[in-house]
Antibody
Framework: EVQLLESGGGLVQPGGSLRLSCAASGFTFDNYAMSWVRQAPGKGLEWVSTISGSGATTYYADSVRGRFTFSRDNSKNTLSLQMNTLRAEDTAVYYC????????????WGRGTLVTVSS | EIVLTQSPATLSLSPGERATLSCRASQSVSSYVAWYQQKPGQAPRLLIYDASNRATGIPARFSGSGSGTEFTLTISSLEPEDFAVYYCQYRSTRPSVTFGQGTRLEIK
């Protein structure tokens, strides 16, 4: 079955760290760029970061650059998002998403994992 | 930075009616626009890419049009399952990704 499954969300204090994971299955993982997209409670979608199929290239939104690190392990079909120096405004559901072909559209999404930054 | 503005914010229609959702870009984005549907508690689903191409498995009642700065998602005859929030999306040359703020399609 073609799917993405996120994990690692939870409650963390401001200034703290959290590591999200996404397990992929059902497709040739290293053929596709992957992204994280987040959604604050009751709000719209916000792109967070993208990684190339090889993992050699990453891109970040200005709001997370320098604090978040996106990596992938193509031998295990997994993604990781290391989030440091977390802020209240990072509170959101985080989705991992597969790119469609070589475009920057997202044709497969996980169910998401909730990150709450609060004291 | 290109901004995508969706209108209306909320659209109230009845099943069987035609829905027209708009997405306006602050400058030309050629045809590099996608549309997504999101239902409560679910992840978004890709409906349309490159402004007018339906994604795999998307019913023919969904269609997209436009280029440059004006884009439209049309649902020809609303089914009960179509009531949801819709987002447009663009990939900029930076590169980064921009989403519109969404249009909520609700049952009248």
């Amino acid at each position: 079955e073609v799917q993405l499954l996120e994990s690692g969300g939870g409650l963390v204090q401001p200034g703290g760290s959290l590591r999200l994971s996404c397990a992929a299955s059902g497709f040739t993982f290293d053929n596709y760029a992957m992204s994280w997209v987040r959604q604050a409670p009751g709000k719209g979608l916000e792109w967070v970061s993208t990684i190339s199929g090889s993992g050699a290239t990453t891109y970040y939104a200005d709001s997370v650059r320098g604090r978040f690190t996106f990596s992938r392990d193509n031998s295990k079909n997994t993604l990781s998002l290391q989030m440091n120096t977390l802020r209240a405004e990072d509170t959101a559901v985080y989705y991992c998403a597969k790119h469609y072909r070589h475009n920057w559209y997202f044709d497969l999404w996980g169910r998401g994992t909730l990150v709450t930054v609060s004291s | 930075e290109i901004v995508l503005t969706q209108s209306p914010a909320t659209l109230s229609l009845s099943p069987g009616e035609r829905a027209t959702l708009s997405c306006r870009a602050s400058q030309s984005v050629s045809s590099y626009v996608a549309w997504y549907q999101q239902k409560p508690g679910q992840a978004p689903r890709l409906l349309i890419y490159d402004a007018s191409n339906r994604a795999t498995g998307i019913p023919a009642r969904f269609s997209g049009s436009g280029s440059g700065t004006e884009f439209t998602l049309t649902i020809s005859s609303l089914e009960p399952e179509d009531f949801a929030v819709y987002y447009c999306q663009y990939r900029s040359t930076r590169p980064s990704v921009t989403f519109g703020q969404g249009t909520r399609l609700e049952i009248k």
